[in-house]
Structure formats: C-alpha cells, structure tokens
T-cell receptor, first 113, second 108 residues
Framework: EADIYQTPRYLVIGTGKKITLECSQTMGHDKMYWYQQDPGMELHLIHYSYGVNSTEKGDLSSESTVSRIRTEHFPLTLESARPSHTSQYLC????????????FGSGTQLSVL | GQSLEQPSEVTAVEGAIVQINCTYQTSGFYGLSWYQQHDGGAPTFLSYNGLDGLEETGRFSSFLSRSDSYGYLLLQELQMKDSASYFCAVYNFNKFYFGSGTKLNVKP
C-alpha cells in the first residue's frame, strides 16, 4: 500500500557538500512531510507541503530547503552539509481529507563527516 | 502548543500483554494515531481512534478517552518481532505531532 520512495537509503558525505534527498509518491497525495529523527528519539517536523508550489517550515529549525514542483515529488536539499546534519530523514505523505494516517518512506540515513 | 507524553521504555516477556500509555495536551484534537518503528526502519501505521473507546486490529488494540486526554496501545500475545518503538501522534493545525516514543523490549 505504501508507494512512497526515498533515495538514497544511505549517504555518507564530506562537510560542505551540497546534497539532495529524493522523495516520490505515486498515490496522488497532496500533503507531504519531511521529518528528522535521531536514533531512538522522536520525530521532528522540518518541512511540509499542502500541494504544488506550497512549502512550509516545520517546528524544528532546519538549514535545509524543499521544493514542490510536482505533486509526486518533494525533494529536500542541504546547500552545505555539516556533521550536525547527521541523522535519519523520513519523508511522508497524507491522503486528502484524512487526519489519521501518514505513509512513510524507508528513510535516508545521512552521515556527514 | 502540542505535548504528547509516553513512557520511554517498557519490557515484557513473550506471550504476555503490554500496555503503552499516551497522555496529550493539544489545543485542538481530531484523534490519536499509533505507529510502530523497528530499529533503522520507517514508522508504520498501526491504529487510529477518532472517537472514545476501543479499536481492535488483531493482536493490537487502541483506546482513547477524550475527557482524560489519554490513550493507550495494547499488545497481546507478544512476539519477539514486536520489539520496536511505538509512537502516538495527533493531527492538529494541518500537521502531525508525535510523542517521544516508547521502546518495547520483548524477552523470551
């Protein structure tokens, strides 16, 4: 049922590099989210989108940016990665008119050296 | 703001029953959801309570009391594969807010 995909699954990069984490869903969901999660910790909302050309910052301050040019695609970009960005990044989508369920991608585990 | 409180860790033996509680404070409320997350994996949806009472899905049940701002997830006939973190979540202001998660350790 969960047709939401994230790439890459794992990424190790050096400080200062620009990276883009990809997220795509084939369910036609309008709302999409990015969460950041450290091991064993809670999920922190960093960005969300109501639909095409809509992007909002979440409750956790983040140096990343997002774009929503197509319904199915919601990439997250870090212009200059730092070791403090090391974390798991989870993308999720929500069916219109519902408020009970998020569909999550498999996540991207980012390590910045 | 939104606040969801859960115990940080619970341990139980295989075959037993365990209850994971969630108390919440929120200015608006549509319902309480539960998610399971294995180490290194993504959260997967387990259950949702939009109304007071008990919802049953196989070995898992979830309960909500709006008057007490409280809910719980009940796991029966525990299996080793149930070892995971469990998160409660609410939907408010067009966003989902998650609790800090409860790590369930199932012992043989």
């Amino acid at each position: 049922e969960a047709d939401i995909y994230q790439t890459p699954r794992y990424l190790v990069i050096g400080t200062g590099k620009k990276i883009t984490l990809e997220c795509s869903q084939t369910m036609g969901h309008d709302k999409m989210y990015w969460y950041q999660q450290d091991p064993g910790m809670e999920l922190h909302l960093i960005h969300y989108s109501y639909g095409v050309n809509s992007t909002e910052k979440g409750d956790l301050s983040s140096e990343s940016t997002v774009s929503r040019i197509r319904t199915e695609h919601f990439p997250l970009t870090l212009e200059s990665a730092r070791p403090s960005h090391t974390s798991q990044y989870l993308c999720a989508s929500q069916r219109r008119g519902t408020n009970e369920k998020l569909f999550f991608g498999s996540g991207t585990q980012l390590s910045v050296l | 703001g939104q606040s969801l409180e859960q115990p940080s860790e619970v341990t139980a033996v295989e075959g037993a029953i365990v209850q994971i509680n969630c108390t919440y404070q929120t200015s608006g409320f549509y319902g309480l959801s539960w998610y399971q997350q294995h180490d290194g994996g993504a959260p997967t949806f387990l259950s949702y309570n939009g109304l007071d009472g008990l919802e049953e899905t196989g070995r898992f049940s979830s309960f909500l009391s709006r008057s007490d701002s409280y809910g719980y997830l009940l796991l029966q006939e525990l299996q080793m594969k149930d070892s995971a973190s469990y998160f409660c979540a609410v939907y408010n202001f067009n966003k989902f807010y998650f609790g800090s998660g409860t790590k369930l350790n199932v012992k043989p």
